[in-house]
């Protein structure tokens, strides 16, 4: 092998190595996050929980809750209401 190959060699088994050290840290709560996500096969990203508002379902009347601000020219439905208008 020629100095140039040996240098190159010892150099990327360095990077290597730090890489590894840096990337590869059971302390590292990014890591930790990540892999224990994907071990419980959860999504690496949970959605921030949506605002919920009061309302009164349209088709039976009950106080039921919506992911968005009702309008009042518009009817709202409960899920079981929505659901079976959805199936005609």
């Known amino acids: 092998m020629r100095l140039e ?3 190159d ?3 990327w088994k360095e990077a290597t190595r730090r890489w590894n050290q840096k990337t590869l840290t059971p ?3 990014h890591r930790t996050e990540v892999m224990g996500a994907l071990s419980c096969g959860q999504p690496l990203h ?3 929980q ?3 508002f009061e309302a009164v ?3 039976c009347m009950k106080q039921t809750t919506v992911p968005f601000k009702p309008n009042p020219n518009r009817p709202v439905y409960c899920m079981d209401c929505y659901r079976e208008r959805q199936g005609q």
């Open 5 to 7: 190959e040996i240098s």
């Open 9 to 11: 060699e010892v150099f």
């Open 27 to 29: 302390a590292d709560p």
């Open 46 to 48: 949970q959605p921030p």
């Open 50 to 52: 949506r605002q919920q």
């Open 57 to 59: 379902c349209a088709g």
